[in-house]
């Protein structure tokens, strides 16, 4: 557990990756009682520097050691690099907020949106971890929905951005963008095929079973945050040439009957939700309104007349932030008010 | 009826939009047997030509006899000048293929994708509807598996390109993608939010219900097509920034049991379907590859273990050819083959 002070000692492993870099404006802008703040990065980083409170802080690459004195470590380097160093800063007494998929499913790990299942927190070893950008947003608004009316089948389609994968893929969209306004040839170097006007059905590796990690994830991940073995997920997750916040097109169905007005009502009152919606205004969420916002925005929300209790919606949410980023800071955040 | 000779007067209404002109080429490719082609536009385009079989073919504008020796009418001018004009064409003894809403839900007019209902052109009173786009190319997927193992229930979420709304649409996406590349202000006159790097949620206009037209069209023209009204479709339609080709991604019930083996084995024995789904070789259709192809890609064919008789698949088509001026060459191909 954490120890009660009043400042902490913060490291952001992975800090000039996409996700790195907004839990360091994310520190700042929330004002977390950081009493120093340690950047890691890989060698290729070092010489680096990154501003934070109008100070220009060093890159420093990681070490058996560089844990040490280190209270809160929020991670986001990967899954190979977080399998090799949350161990350590962990032993090292400090408590890791992960980001990669390496620790999600450990029964020994808590996977943690604050929103739905704080509690979780209180049984964690040192490890937390963050759940899957894509998984994060539905459940903030699915928890609620799920208490009210108990949740049996969901079906989602996601509509995700390319800082999903990463600044290399921000860039690549970019240049293929700009290649084919020019007439140029178009190369791919982080997807399979051209995401420039295009969408492909494809993110993370495909499995046995014909699904992607990514749609798994969304179908566990889900499971283990609300608690709940019998709530059935099924996914199609999908990739799309926007750059920053992921939409995603949900049906749901429910134990109990819910009207379009008490999902409106339920979701209204629920934290870090947004209810936007008013079709007839043109008002629903879409990502370029939603990029840097803390909640989750839902729209579209009507009864799915096909089943008894249906309902179909569209969330929208910044991927880098509650996705990712922001989840992480507030689970630090957690920790501090349980100290 | 039409009648039987070798070769007929054929008109295109609209001729100068963007499946206008996808007809006339269509024609061309096809050898459809044409003893004239007569181009109509409205009288914006007066003085335009437009090139078929080596020629340059003035565009006319309509008036009370111009369709009068005309055959056959294939109509792409939106449904208030179809509401107008194809009865006028009707009468003057020329059967209209008309790819407006106007006519589709008219009980007196048949609905056809040719795959699926042919034999609906039988009972035409000279105007026969093309349907939606979003509706053909998910109809020529789910009549097979239908008469396979009778559907129960769709869940669909569309991708759909910027073509489908015409021209002006092109244009707005190509335009607004080069104003960001050049930090210059967006503007919006097509859609009512910007397209270009960001996806929206609202195609056609919203009802009393909080769907769209559009999404209303695809459960309302299913059933019409295959003819029968127990399949229950329930459809998110979202545009998004890509030019041409629509996707969907579908989620189905059947009565019955299919293996994604039997769902791989149906769709590749089915008219004007591939199947094309080898994820582990990063295969699975995308819209830049479908673009300009007569049929419907099928892929990421997998079961959905959430419920009993569940199947997931992802299909994408040409939503200029199939979804619009093919389908309808294809409605005059076969009214010549009844002839």
């Known amino acids: 557990m954490l120890k009660k002070k009043g400042k902490y000692i913060t490291a952001v492993v992975g800090a000039t990756g996409a996700v790195g870099n907004e839990m360091v404006k994310t520190l700042e802008e929330r004002a977390f ?16 520097r990154i501003e934070f409170r109008e100070m220009m802080i060093p890159v420093e690459t990681l070490n058996e050691k560089c844990f040490e004195g280190v209270d809160i470590a929020l991670f986001s380097a990967g899954a190979e690099r977080s ?21 999600r499913m450990d029964p020994e790990v808590p996977l943690v949106v604050p929103e739905v299942n704080a509690h979780d927190l209180k049984w964690h070893k040192g490890i937390i971890a963050n759940p899957n950008c894509s998984t994060i947003q539905m459940v903030v608004v699915l928890k609620p929905l799920h208490d009210a009316a108990r949740l049996k089948r969901v079906v989602v389609t996601t509509f995700q951005s390319v800082s999903g994968t990463g600044q290399k893929a921000i860039d690549e ?15 791919c170097k982080v997807y399979p095929y051209q995401i420039a006007f295009n969408v492909l059905p494809h993110i993370d590796t495909f499995l046995e079973n014909g699904y992607t990690k990514e749609e798994m994830k969304m179908v566990n991940e889900t499971k283990k945050i609300i608690g709940d073995e019998a709530i059935r997920v099924t996914a199609t997750t999908v990739r799309v040439p926007v750059f920053r916040c992921h939409s995603e097109s949900l049906n749901i169905e429910t134990e109990k009957k819910l009207t379009q007005d008490e999902v409106r009502a339920i979701l209204s009152a629920a934290p870090g939700v ?13 990502p370029i309104d939603v990029a840097g916002r803390d909640e989750t925005y839902v729209g579209r929300i009507r009864e799915d007349e096909t089943i008894e209790n249906g309902i179909n919606m569209w969330i929208v949410a910044d991927n880098l932030r509650k996705g990712a980023a922001l989840n992480a800071v507030q ?7 349980m100290a």
């Open 33 to 48: 009682p950081i009493e120093k703040l340690r950047l890691f990065a890989s060698e290729r980083s070092e010489g680096k």
């Open 83 to 103: 399998k090799t160093w949350a161990p350590v800063a962990a032993r090292s007494g400090c408590v890791v907020v992960d980001n990669s998929s390496q620790w």
């Open 173 to 187: 969209l970019m240049r293929q963008t700009a290649d084919i306004l020019n007439f140029k040839e178009v190369t």
């Open 274 to 286: 947004i209810v936007y919606d008013a079709p007839g205004k043109n008002i629903y969420p879409i």
């Open 331 to 337: 689970i630090a955040e957690k920790l501090i008010e």
